[in-house]
């Protein structure tokens, strides 16, 4: 049974920063991107960022500077470090994984979300 576990949501005012985190479990076999999406009130889920198993980053325009994503290869986890937050980054964060295991094809899993809120 493969799990993704995202943490590190909360509340935080204009201008902090919070730190996300997602930790993936079981026989999910080899990874070729980790992805995090957002969905904030009244709107679709949106592309955050992305990092590939070769550490290639890519981000979306609004969080571009902001935003940095990382991966710990040991740990099986990828990060989100959120700077200088606004209140438009309010959302539930979900991680997404792209990963294929010996004898079958790509899978694609989801997290549960974690909850940001950005407000003073």
């Known amino acids: 049974q493969v799990q993704l576990v995202e943490s590190g949501g909360g509340l935080v005012q204009p201008g902090g920063s919070l730190r996300l985190s997602c930790a993936a479990s079981g026989n999910i076999g080899i990874i070729f991107a980790t992805r995090w999406y957002r969905q904030g009130p009244g709107n679709q889920r949106e592309f955050v960022a992305s990092?590939?198993?070769?550490?290639?980053?890519v981000a979306a325009d609004s969080v571009k500077g902001r935003f940095i994503i990382s991966r710990d290869n040991a740990n099986n986890a990828v990060y989100l470090q959120m700077n200088s937050l606004k209140p438009e980054d309010t959302a539930v964060y979900y991680c997404?994984?792209?990963?294929?295991?010996?004898?079958?094809?790509?899978?694609?899993?989801w997290g549960q979300g974690t909850q940001v809120t950005v407000s003073s």
């Open positions: 990092i590939s198993s070769g550490d290639s980053t």
């Open positions: 997404n994984v792209l990963s294929k295991r010996s004898g079958s094809g790509l899978s694609n899993y």
